[in-house]
Every structure is written in structure tokens, then in C-alpha cells.
């Protein structure tokens, strides 16, 4: 029984992931890489999966693809939701696709949620619906309490509300109607959920640096050059379809811009606040791929750091 458990677990897929909070180069670092082991990327971003929303989400561009195939961009218009379990499903059909043609997968991006999900092999139970409670609590959101609705959540399930933002209104209210209809937390069912062996056998690289400011600065300079690379372009699409554009339209990058729009703030005041929400977004992902237990922290301004992540890659290559 155990040589047919090892035999298992060798027979897994081999997975890099390369996470972390956004504007430490996770790009770059997997472009270098996939190229340096016969690899494609997977991107593990839930906003890069909408066509026509480049700007804002930071989307990898052609030239920095560098002629490296890239999974799991452009694929649904704005109008169409997306759930982590569809993620799941998506990727895990690439991943057995590029191991059976020799590639290495890179799942990278700073969707924690996706990696983790990933990478631990949840299995997603479909979710007891009531539509009537669902629209209930679509309505109080609608009407101004999402604050509210997200400090229930945090009363009855800290842990998961920690992992979302207040204004994640999709997720709040699926865990608040996961629990009104079954008395289960989205934390239990998720840690009921896991399998007892994960599905790949994983390498975890995250990106951080010892000195807050020096991201914070990186944040900031990237907002900047989205302003000149025509976010407000994209915001505006965003606020004219945000009825529809229901995902979009709750995501960092675009809403900080509403008020301009509606002449309630002026450019430089959205800006500002575009580099905050950013910023606040930074901590929340690094919080999230701190409970990573077996990631590997890298400092992004390494001069090394390619160097020092292809070492890890070949170890992990290699059985070591």
C-alpha cells in the first residue's frame, strides 16, 4: 500500500506557481522562466480573464509575452461572471494538456484565492440556491450596505471574510447564503472539501521585499503609467456598462474612477485614490499568500532574483 502511495503522489503533474501582491514582476519572473524550462503560463488573475480590460488589470502584452504561450486571458466578455471553481475546472484541464506535451505549467498571478484553490485540489459542492434570500441580499447591497452585509460575514466567518474585499458583494453574499441555508461556514466547507493528497506536486514562489515602501513606490509608479496608457478609457467603458459589467465594476482600478465621471472628484483625486486602494490591496495579498505554508519568499528587487528562482526550479525538477 505505501510503494502504490508513493506511486501516486510521484504521478502527480508538476506545477510552478508564482504568486504575490501586485507590481513586484511576477510577469517578468515567469516569462524568464517558462522560456528556461519549455513552459506556458496560466494566468491566476480574476480580472485578466475579461476581453477589452488591459489597462486597468495589468494584462501581460504581447511583447512581454516574448513568444511564450499564455493561458486563461480574454476568454469571457465583461458581461459574464466567473467563479473560482470554474477557474479550478479551466486550469486543471491545461495543466493535463501541458504535462502530456512535455510543457511545464506556470500558474501565476495574484489571485490567491485561484492558486490555493489550485493547487490544494478543492473540490467545489454545488452550492444550495434560494433565490429569494439571493435576491434579498442583492438588494440590501444594492441599496448601499454592503458594508453591512460584509461585517455579518465577518461575525460569523472572520477567517474567510478576511480573505475578501467589503466590496467583493459576489462572494459576501454567496457565503452569507451558504450559511442562512445550511448553518456551514465557507470555511468549513472548504476545509471539508480538500482531498488528502493535493492533485500536483507544487512549487510556490512569492514575490515580496523587506521594505513596504519600495512596493508601495512600485504601486504608485504603475498607476501612474496606467493613467498614461489610457485606464480612464477603460473606466469610462466601465461606468457606462457597470450595470452589466456587474464584476468589473466592483474591481480596483476602474470604480475609483466613478467619481470623476460623475464631477464629484477630479483626476488627480481618483488617482490618489486608485494608489491607496492598490496599496490596501498589496497588504491583503500578501496576508493571503502568507498563509501559503509552503511558499517560497523571494525579494523581487534580488538583482539575483531570476537566478535565485531558477535554482529553486531546477531543484524541484529534479526530486530534490
Given at each position: 500500500m505505501a510503494d502504490l502511495s508513493e506511486s501516486r503522489m510521484e504521478s502527480r503533474p508538476r506545477v510552478v506557481?508564482?504568486?504575490?501582491?501586485?507590481?513586484?514582476?511576477?510577469?517578468?519572473?515567469?516569462?524568464?522562466?517558462?522560456?528556461?524550462?519549455?513552459?506556458?503560463?496560466?494566468?491566476a488573475d480574476s480580472m485578466q480573464i475579461?476581453?477589452?480590460?488591459?489597462?486597468?488589470?495589468?494584462?501581460?502584452?504581447?511583447?512581454?509575452?516574448?513568444?511564450?504561450?499564455?493561458?486563461?486571458?480574454?476568454?469571457?466578455?465583461?458581461?459574464?461572471?466567473?467563479?473560482?471553481?470554474?477557474?479550478?475546472?479551466?486550469?486543471?484541464?491545461?495543466?493535463?494538456?501541458?504535462?502530456?506535451?512535455?510543457?511545464?505549467?506556470?500558474?501565476?498571478?495574484?489571485?490567491?484565492?485561484?492558486?490555493?484553490?489550485?493547487?490544494t485540489g478543492v473540490r467545489f459542492a454545488p452550492q444550495p440556491e434560494n433565490k429569494a434570500l439571493r435576491a434579498q441580499l442583492q438588494a440590501r447591497a444594492a441599496a448601499g450596505e454592503g458594508q453591512a452585509l460584509y461585517d455579518e460575514l465577518t461575525a460569523i466567518d472572520p477567517a474567510y471574510a478576511t480573505t475578501l474585499h467589503p466590496n467583493d458583494e459576489n462572494r459576501v453574499i454567496r457565503a452569507l447564503e451558504l450559511y442562512q441555508l445550511t448553518g456551514r461556514t465557507m470555511t468549513a466547507q472548504r476545509a471539508a472539501s480538500r482531498p488528502d493528497m493535493p492533485p500536483y506536486r507544487a512549487l510556490c514562489l512569492c514575490l515580496s521585499c523587506p521594505d513596504r515602501a519600495v512596493l508601495y513606490r512600485r504601486i504608485d509608479t504603475r498607476v501612474d503609467r496606467m493613467v498614461k496608457a489610457g485606464i480612464l478609457e477603460e473606466a469610462r467603458l466601465v461606468y457606462d456598462h457597470r450595470d452589466s459589467y456587474r464584476t468589473a465594476a466592483q474591481a480596483i482600478g476602474y470604480k475609483e474612477f466613478f467619481p470623476y465621471f460623475e464631477n464629484t472628484a477630479t483626476l488627480e483625486e481618483c488617482t490618489n485614490r486608485l494608489k491607496q486602494a492598490s496599496r490596501n490591496y498589496a497588504k491583503r495579498q500578501l496576508t493571503w499568500f502568507r498563509r501559503q505554508t509552503d511558499a517560497v519568499w523571494l525579494d523581487f528587487t534580488a538583482p539575483d532574483l531570476t537566478e535565485q528562482a531558477a535554482r529553486l526550479v531546477e531543484s524541484f525538477l529534479s526530486g530534490e
Open positions: 506557481a508564482i504568486g504575490g501582491p501586485t507590481a513586484t514582476g511576477k510577469t517578468a519572473l515567469s516569462v524568464a522562466l517558462a522560456k528556461r524550462f519549455d513552459g506556458e503560463i496560466l494566468s475579461y476581453r477589452g480590460l488591459d489597462v486597468g488589470t495589468a494584462k501581460v502584452t504581447p511583447e512581454e509575452m516574448q513568444g511564450v504561450p499564455h493561458h486563461l486571458l480574454d476568454i469571457l466578455t465583461p458581461e459574464q461572471p466567473f467563479s473560482v471553481a470554474e477557474f479550478t475546472d479551466r486550469a486543471g484541464a491545461i495543466i493535463s494538456d501541458l504535462t502530456a506535451r512535455g510543457k511545464l505549467p506556470f500558474v501565476v498571478g495574484g489571485t490567491g484565492l485561484y492558486i490555493t484553490s489550485l493547487l
